[in-house]
């Protein structure tokens, strides 16, 4: 009997057994499974890591085209088209911010005389559910009140850095400095737009950015 019951748990590899799951088979396009049928994909930074069998969480981090605890919601905010205030020498543009990299970040002028901004237009309306952006450790301070906005805009108004009206704000932080330089953050009321702005609230200061990702409401 032990017999038949141990080869039968090696034919099933998406079957849970107590504590432990036999490891499921990659999927057509090389990824690894998880799930209790082995029916969904992990989607890890790195592609060689085994996500944990039941949440699919990574412990490398979700891959930059996925966001969530299990890596298994769509990242809209990847290689969408961005703007900021303002480059410094030699520049660190906008787009270092959702680029394949976390090792790259946007970082604006920190000689301005407004608070500085960045902004990512996304080709579909979409309701913003979370967002979630890694800053670096000695930039935090510049973070107290930061706010971020909704705003719905076209391409052109977008590439023209036009100035933008009638944004829902999704988030705006308190006095505190933020201990962590990764930073998630939920909407209120999931706005709906095309275009979301992360704007700090003190001029003459640097916005450095080296990841941002964007959860879709549902």
């Not at 099933?12 to 029916?39: A, F, H, N």
């Amino acid at each position: 009997m032990l017999i038949l019951i141990f080869a039968s748990v090696l034919l099933d590899p998406g079957r849970v057994d107590g504590s432990s799951i036999i490891k499921c088979e990659t999927s057509g396009l090389g990824r690894l499974r998880y799930g209790d049928k082995c029916q969904y994909e992990c989607h890890c930074v790195n592609r060689s890591e085994q996500c944990d069998i039941i949440t699919g969480a990574c412990s490398s981090g979700c891959d930059f085209n996925w966001v969530g605890p299990g890596c298994q919601f769509k990242n809209i905010a990847f290689r969408q088209n961005t703007r900021h205030l303002s480059n410094i020498k030699p520049a660190l543009y906008s787009e270092l911010a959702n680029d394949d990299s976390l090792s790259t970040c946007s970082r604006t002028s920190d000689k301005n005389s407004v608070a500085p901004w960045w902004n990512i237009w996304i080709p579909e309306y979409a309701a913003v559910r979370k967002i979630e952006f890694l800053t670096t450790a000695n930039i935090t301070k510049d973070f107290s009140y930061f706010e971020v906005i909704v705003f719905n805009t076209t391409n052109e108004s977008f590439r023209k850095k036009e100035n933008l009206t009638g944004g829902v704000v999704c988030y705006k932080h308190n006095h505190s400095i933020p201990k962590e330089k990764h930073i998630l953050i939920t909407c209120n009321g999931y706005p709906v737009g095309n275009l979301v702005q992360l704007q700090l609230a003190t001029s003459n200061v640097q916005l450095v950015l080296c990841d941002v990702r964007i959860y879709e409401g549902k």
